[in-house]
């Protein structure tokens, strides 16, 4: 089989995602600790705001 070399990603199926770079290597795994941190934060921030609109809408 003859075939060129092809410089450019040949997953993409669609001409224009041929021409984007190659997807960037993954980022470093966050530890747990600081993972489940973050998202008892996001969890208490989102309850909070919820709170407040629904508190407000009813008052």
Same mark, same amino acid.
């Given at each position: 089989m +003859?075939?060129?070399l092809v410089l @450019?990603? =040949?997953g993409?199926?669609?001409p224009f995602r041929r021409l984007l770079p190659p997807p960037a290597p993954l980022a470093?795994?966050?530890p747990r600790r600081v993972a489940a941190? =973050? +998202?008892?934060k996001l969890f208490l921030l989102s309850f909070s705001a919820f709170f @407040?609109?629904?508190y407000t809408l009813i008052a």
């Open positions: +003859d075939r060129r @450019t990603n =040949e993409a199926g669609h470093p795994a966050v941190r =973050e +998202d008892a @407040t609109c629904f």
